[in-house]
Antibody, heavy 123, light 108 residues
Framework: QVQLVESGGGVVQPGRSLRLSCAAS????????MHWLRQAPGRGPEWVSG????????GYLESVRGRFTISRDKSKNVLYLQMNSLRAEDTALYYC????????????????WGQGTQVIVSS | DIQMTQSPSSLSASIGDRVTITCRAS??????LNWYQQKPGKAPKVLIY???NLQPGVPSRFSGSKSGTDFTLTISNLQPEDFATYYC??????????FGQGTKVEMK
């Protein structure tokens, strides 16, 4: 079945780095755009970054641009998020999600999502 | 960026009730609006895409509609498994994809 499994989260001091990974299985990874989203406690999901199936980066949330880098390894079916210069406000549960489109190609949504990996930025 | 505002932020309802959640976009998003359901400790799950199209397997008691820039998720005949938090998401003007702040449906 389609599955996304995130890893790499943890507790890190402000200014330090982390690299998140998302292992994909059960579908043709190279056919889909992939995204990172995050969710702080009691808040709605927040889109962080996305990458097209061809590796072209769709963009970044303004507050992470220049600090975070999204990438994908098609040979390993893995999505990455390199997070540098971490701040307390980056603390959240980070999800990866597949961008799924309707047959028409007009509509898209995120499905499925992984189970998330927790990132805590604290001194 | 397009801001999505949901109301109410929470509501209390009983089994069998009809529940309505509203989402307003800060600009025109046409029908580019999805609804997600999230249960505690789980990732969001898409229920409806393009305003009113149910995902396969989603019960027909869920429905979506729009009027101008206001979008509505309706749950008719609320069931025990429907107690959860619901989020709207716009996919018209991206990036970024933006979500509402959520509506928690609690048991009365």
């Amino acid at each position: 079945q389609v599955q996304l499994v995130e890893s790499g989260g943890g507790v890190v001091q402000p200014g330090r780095s982390l690299r998140l990974s998302c292992a994909a299985s059960g579908f043709t990874f190279s056919d889909y755009g992939m995204h990172w989203l995050r969710q702080a406690p009691g808040r709605g999901p927040e889109w962080v970054s996305g990458v097209w199936n061809d590796g072209h980066v769709e963009g970044y949330l303004e507050s992470v641009r220049g600090r975070f880098t999204i990438s994908r390894d098609k040979s390993k079916n893995v999505l990455y998020l390199q997070m540098n210069s971490l701040r307390a406000e980056d603390t959240a549960l980070y999800y990866c999600a597949r961008e799924t489109k309707a047959v028409s190609g007009t509509w898209n949504w995120f499905d499925p999502w992984g189970q998330g990996t927790q990132v805590i930025v604290s001194s | 960026d397009i801001q999505m505002t949901q109301s109410p932020s929470s509501l209390s309802a009983s089994i069998g009730d009809r529940v309505t959640i509203t989402c307003r976009a800060s600009d025109r998003i046409y029908s580019y609006l999805n609804w997600y359901q999230q249960k505690p400790g789980k990732a969001p799950k898409v229920l409806i895409y393009a305003t009113s199209n149910l995902q396969p397997g989603v019960p027909s008691r869920f429905s979506g509609s729009k009027s101008g820039t206001d979008f509505t998720l309706t749950i008719s005949n609320l069931q025990p498994e429907d107690f959860a938090t619901y989020y709207c998401q716009q996919t018209y003007n991206t990036p970024p994809w933006t979500f509402g702040q959520g509506t928690k449906v609690e048991m009365k």
